[in-house]
């Protein structure tokens, strides 16, 4: 180890590329895997078999470190796409949760709106000069109309609740999930 690689060492690891896995030259040994590649300039070559355990063991390391780079490289991208699901998650969590209480606020104008409504309705009666029966008569038709009109409400508040129940179940995954 002597710093980095000389312009000569540089090329000679892009050239590694191409060749085969343990190439070895004398007193020189290249050993390369996707990501890990080696050169040894001093090999000792006058112990043969020391030299062969030396190559076995040395690409047996470099492979071992090849197989963990990738695992981290996997790791890695398994990381990124669940960060990028749990910001999906949580977008879609608030974005839910802005249209349900959106939605119950409505509902609750609704009731509002008919309230008032009916009140004036009442009011105007009296300067039409409408007798009891009359006035019960147009009464009627609205408050069953509005009784039509709050059953279909009262089908989407079920489906409403349903909503609800989901944004609370995706916001307790989101905090476990921290």
Not at 39 to 66: K, M, Q, S, W, Y
Not at 147 to 156: K, L, N, P
Request: proline residues 1%.
């Amino acid at each position: 180890m002597h710093g980095p690689a000389s312009q000569l060492e540089t090329a000679i690891l892009q050239r590694m590329s191409s060749m085969e896995r343990v190439v070895q030259f004398s007193n020189r040994l290249s050993i390369h895997f996707q990501q890990v590649r080696l050169i040894i300039n001093n090999l000792p070559t006058e112990d043969t078999e020391r030299c062969g355990r030396l190559r076995d063991n040395l690409a047996i390391l470099i492979e071992a470190a090849d197989t963990s780079l990738k695992a981290i490289d996997i790791t890695q991208t398994a990381l990124r796409r669940q960060e990028t699901v749990l910001r999906s998650i949580q977008s879609l969590t608030a974005a839910l949760d802005s249209l349900d209480q959106q939605q119950r606020l409505s509902n609750q104008n609704r009731g509002i709106s008919f309230s008032n409504g009916m009140m004036q309705l009442e009011r105007a009666f009296a300067g039409l000069g409408l007798s009891d029966a009359q006035e019960a008569v147009l009464l009627n038709i609205v408050r069953d109309t509005w009784e039509q009109i709050a059953t279909s409400y009262s089908d989407e508040s079920g489906l409403q609740n349903r909503l609800s129940g989901i944004i609370q179940h995706l916001q307790e995954s989101l905090q476990q999930a921290e």
